[in-house]
């Protein structure tokens, strides 16, 4: 019996858990098959991916129902107005789950230690690089306003700081941004396929891919906000 409404059951659940499910359970596949032909496994590996389809369905619609008109019209220049909302949250995600979450930790920022463990999906050893390669490419689509259907391009924050005209040492500051994210890129693609491999064979690569994605903090949380004139509206007690 179980309950995934429950926020006592939110570890219990998502992309972490079938990762575990799937490739967890044991280091033999016949095993794993064998096991998830019973039905109190089978029935929750079908749950889980249920709720990830209801849950995400859930926040489409209600953008296309509503909140969608609500958001385009509250235009307040403060932090409760959508776009300080939607850029805080955006920078929220970089620095908390993508830098941190799957290179920083693993690699030991932090904690001054490597934890292997700590990689995103860390049971199949095969998505840890890529979730994090789409995250980043993710982040950047965002910013520069990408489409990930049809690849179409629509007003976003670059545009918005080269209306500003906002520079740097005499660059748009969106060239600089655009330039450092595609620098951690170039350095990321060094690491191997499984992250968890990479932080005990050679955890230096991990090390200097979070200082290039560090360097992107810098002028997004110090430039581009300042141009913008918005505010954090998050805590950040690791040192940034």
Do not use: C
Not at 47 to 69: G, M
Not at 182 to 195: C, F, S, Y
């Amino acid at each position: 019996e179980y309950n995934l409404g429950l926020p006592s059951n939110y570890v219990a659940q998502g992309l972490p858990a079938i990762d575990y499910l799937l490739y967890g359970l044991s280091d033999s596949d016949d095993t794993v098959v064998s096991a998830l032909s019973a039905p109190a496994y089978s029935n929750y590996l079908a749950d889980l991916i249920n709720r990830l389809h209801d849950l995400t369905s859930d926040v489409l619609a209600d953008w296309k129902d509503s909140y969608k008109e609500e958001f385009i019209t509250n235009q307040a220049s403060s932090a409760t107005g959508s776009i300080d909302k939607l850029v805080n949250d955006a920078l929220f995600y970089y620095e908390k789950f993508l830098r941190a979450g799957k290179i920083g930790i693993p690699a030991g920022v932090f904690s001054g230690n490597p934890i292997e463990a700590a990689v995103e999906a860390p049971y199949s050893g095969i998505h840890s690089k890529r979730f994090f390669t789409e995250g980043l490419d993710s982040f950047q689509d965002f910013f520069n306003g990408e489409s990930s259907i049809g690849r179409s391009e629509g007003t976003s924050l670059r545009h918005y700081l080269d209306q500003l005209g906002a520079e740097k040492d005499g660059v748009l500051l969106s060239q600089l941004i655009n330039d450092q994210l595609n620098n951690a890129r170039t350095k990321a693609a060094e690491l191997g396929e499984d992250l968890q491999n990479q932080v005990a064979e050679d955890n230096t690569k991990m090390l200097e891919t979070y200082d290039e994605l560090q360097k992107v903090v810098v002028l997004l949380k110090v430039d581009m906000l300042q141009a913008l004139n918005i505010k954090v509206d998050f805590v950040d007690a690791d040192g940034d």
